[in-house]
Every structure is written in structure tokens, then in C-alpha cells.
């Protein structure tokens, strides 16, 4: 995830995030060995990078429909910054009251079509690709590889909104 918004560019090597020669964060949120984590330890990590100046916190999880999501993307707002959240992979419709205060991105395909895997509906805010992404692979530090999910299509969100800002750091979240 962190390839797709923030993979140094123009260095001749392998890929480029969006936000290419911006600055990022990495935030350990489990240590469970299937990747699963609480959706308390990923509003806390929203929240820790909020509370340490970073401008836009990205979450690659499930969860989204959760009101704690709501609450942390209200707290992050208020310190500043931006809640990047994924909207997920189970082709399912999210209805709701959309909140303001977290974008919520759905997947599109290369031919900018809304992803059959990817959730919808009036609470997702947005759709960035997220079908067949080339980025970064956790196997070495030199590997690459074609990846699909709501999990690609929000760091890519997130890159943007931080490149944004990055032109511009007086606008407001």
C-alpha cells in the first residue's frame, strides 16, 4: 500500500508512488501472522499520525462502516488532516449518511469502470484505480508486484490528497 502513494520516484528504480518524493509513515497495527487487526488499533494509528503532524492518515482495512471510523475521521480533521479510508472487497452496497470528515474509495478498473470485487454505494465518496496496480511487494526490497483491492485505490487517494497539499499546505482538510 504505502508503493502506491508513496514509492520514491525518478530514481531509475522499480515503481513511483503518487506522491512520489513526498515524505511517509509506517504504522505497525498488529502482529497477528493473518494481517487481521482491531479496528481499535487502526483508528489509534489514524489518530497517533494525526497527533504527530502527518496530513493524511491512509487505512487499508475493513471497518469502514463502523461509527469509531466516523469519530477518528472527525478527530483527525480537527487536528489538521485528512482520514483516507478503503471502502472493501466484498461487492457490497454501503448505504448511509456520508461523513465528511473520511473519504471513502471504492476500486475502478483500467478502463475506469467500477471493479467487480469493489463495495458501492452512497457512503463511498470517491473511486481511484485498484485493479491490477503494479507497486511494491513486502517479499524483498527489490520486488514488485500486480495487485487488486480497495486497499490500492486508497493510498492512491491518499497520495493525491497528500501532492495536493504538498502544492498548496494553507488549504484547510
Partial sequence: C???SAANGDNGVGVSGV????GHRMMRVTDNTNGGASIFSLTDAARTAADVGDKVASVSYSGVTSSTVNTTGTYVRSRGALLVWAAGNDSNTLNGNRDDD???V???TSSDSLAGF???GSLVDLSAPG???RTTSRNSNSSYSNVSGTSFACPMTAGLCALIWSRNPALSP
Fill in 102 to 104: 473520511v473519504i471513502i
Fill in 118 to 120: 469493489s463495495n458501492r
Fill in 106 to 108: 471504492a476500486a475502478t
Fill in 19 to 22: 506522491g512520489w518524493n513526498l
Fill in 131 to 133: 485493479a491490477g496496480i
Fill in 2 to 4: 504505502t508503493g502506491t
